[in-house]
């Protein structure tokens, strides 16, 4: 079957397509039915059918495969590595189970997980996932408040998280951050379950805090049954920004999103049981909880959880790995990528890497330029591929383990099955069928399985947010520009809507605005995502002072960028901060008072601003010029 007959098909006979992918995992019950959209567009998958997604991941390959590796832990932050087993996992999650259940956890509970890139952290989500609670992963790179609005929105009974992380060999704080997020969050959680690393001192809260190892030792011998929940029992929350300030809570079901993984290591990622699985993204991302923690797991592969820099203790680590665990499918960031491309290459040829069968790439725009040198460097297909923390597992890409097909430089690929994806003008609503016209990227319902639910606990968001946006039709939009050529090949060309892609991080203009506007001296301010050879986006914010008359030399200028970056530093965390703060008399604005967004970008990125004749103050324009471009 060509990919085009497997696609067509997942679209036309989509119940019997899935009832295939379905006999990837093991159902307690099977389902009754394989998607109700009687209520468009929530789709339910697989209704009537019971599983487990730990189950799928780690019970039942301890049979067939408990003496092989399933998890391997490594940091170069710390200097440790250590294989578990499967049986080793299974055990390992069972006393974090218990441990949570013995915190009162139950069934559709919320458990706040805050974790550096430790084994832990998988424990604690797998140990969710068997008791049929909800976790939600909060980047550890994230500070206090945008943890606390996160602890808010979810209610967790319980927090897990650690003394501290570490990067390029310095111990970063945990602990700290989270007792002034929770301080600051209206909702208190229960319990804080505490893992101790020693890297960092830290004050319990008695009654509320309780140690890991006191924990795991009191459970050792603990055995706890995974817990059979309904196929549409909500998995976890995973929170993503948008337009607003106010991060949406990004809900994820059990039986479609354990289908949807299982197949797209088999057709996607041609992931093998005993093979290594190595991606190099974080649990708090989206691709951490499909692509380290699930979907390696559910193929019966081993998976990495790694800590530490991609260039520490050289530019080699990674290559050293892949050749230590015979990695065979990669998974990382074109940014990652650009970092390495800038050192030695002998790195690569250093190390035996005859295992590696392909690196596959996500989470940005893949460059031309670092395609090329990785390919060439690697010698492996290069597969990009396109999603979002939406949909939970690629909407484009090429499933060369349906039938291999080549891929075109500049374009992620073609619509996955199940996806069926269309490109619609965004003024007139109207869809875009020739080949080459630019349009909104958007997705006909249902989306497949796997894709997000709903936004958790606001199903009015849901349909507002992602399904309104085109005229005239229920269509769910990805927020992308994008173009198919005559091949069925789509070519990703940037965002509709104010969020920006930093280093592959997802971030919201609007929250770093908020964030800002806090200082004392922030009358307005307007961030703007501009390229950036390194990180493909970096944030520059354009602040206007309430009180300029302090801000004339220089030096009192810089302060004032310095106090900004620090707010933004201890409320999102140094992921959100601009690289620049600049200081302005006046934000560029329409007479209408509408601001100028797009002529701001471009003026940064030294392009030129386009029509500008509803503009109020073109002296405003003129001010950001000099500052960015200056000379
Ligand atoms: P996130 O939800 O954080 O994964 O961000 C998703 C967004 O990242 C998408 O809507 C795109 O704007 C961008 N993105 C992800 N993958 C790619 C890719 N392969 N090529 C271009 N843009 C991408």
Known sequence: ????????????????????????????????????????????????????????????????????????????????????????????????????????????????IYMPMIAEAAFAM????RIGALHTVVFGGFASGALASRIDDAEPVVIVSA???????????????????????????????????????????????????????????????C???????????????????????????????????????????????????????DIGWVVGHSYIVYGPLIAGMATIVYEGLPTRPDAGIWWQLVEKYKVTRMFSAPTAVRVLKKQDPAYLSKYDLSSLKALYLAGEPLDEPTAQWISSALNVPIIDNYWQTESGWPILTLANGVQAQTSKFGSPGV????????????????????????????????????????????????????????PGKLVYSTFDWGIRDEDGYFFILGRTDDVINVAGHRLGTREIEESISSHPNVAEVAVVGVADNLKGQVAMAFV????????????ARLKLEGEIMKVVDGQLGAVARPSRVLIVNVLPKTRSGKL????????????????LTTMDDP???????????PG
Not at 238 to 255: A, E, F, I, N, W
Request: hydrophobic share 35%; proline share 5%; glycine share 8%.
């Open 163 to 225: 003394d501290g992380g570490s990067r390029g060999g310095k111990p970063v704080p945990y602990k700290p951050l989270l007792d002034a997020a929770i301080s600051l969050a209206a909702h208190k959680p229960a319990a804080v379950l505490l893992v101790d690393r020693g890297l960092v001192s830290m004050n319990y809260t008695a009654g509320r805090d309780h140690r890991w190892s006191d924990l795991r030792q009191q459970h050792l011998d603990a055995r706890v049954p």
């Open 544 to 555: 206007v002072p309430k009180d300029a008359s302090a801000l004339d030399g220089d030096a």
């Open 596 to 611: 100028l967004r797009r002529a701001l970008q471009a003026v940064c990125e030294g392009r030129d601003p386009g029509d």
């Open 415 to 470: 619509a996955m099955y199940g996806y069926d994806v269309k490109l619609f003008d965004e003024s007139t609503g109207e869809e875009l069928k020739g080949p080459n016209q630019k349009g909104v990227v958007a997705i006909e319902g249902p989306l497949p399985p796997g894709c997000m639910q709903t936004v958790w606990r606001d199903d009015q968001r849901f349909v507002n947010t992602y399904w309104k946006s085109i």
């Open 1 to 112: 079957m060509t990919y085009a007959q497997f696609h067509q098909r997942s679209l036309t006979e989509r119940d019997a397509f899935w009832t295939e992918q379905a006999a990837l995992i093991d159902w307690q019950q099977p389902p009754q039915q394989v998607c109700d959209y009687s209520n468009p567009p929530f789709a339910r998958w697989f209704v009537g059918g019971t599983t487990n997604l730990c189950h799928n991941a780690v019970d039942r390959h301890v049979a067939a495969r408990g003496d092989q590796a399933a998890l391997i832990a490594v940091s170069t932050e710390t200097d440790t590595e250590r294989v578990y087993t499967y049986a080793e996992l299974q055990r390992e999650v069972e006393r974090m189970a218990a441990s949570l259940k013995s915190l009162g956890v139950g069934k559709g509970d919320r458990v706040l």
């Open 227 to 281: 817990e059979w929940v309904d196929a549409t029992h909500p998995s976890y929350t995973l929170y993503t920004s948008g337009t607003t300030g106010k991060p949406k809570g990004v809900q994820r079901d059990t039986g479609g999103y354990a289908v949807a993984l299982a197949a797209s290591m088999k057709h996607i990622f041609q992931g093998n049981p005993g093979e290594t699985y190595f991606s190099t993204s």
């Open 619 to 629: 002296a405003a324009l003129q001010q950001v010029r000099e500052l960015v471009q």
């Open 126 to 129: 797998l140990a969710c996932a």
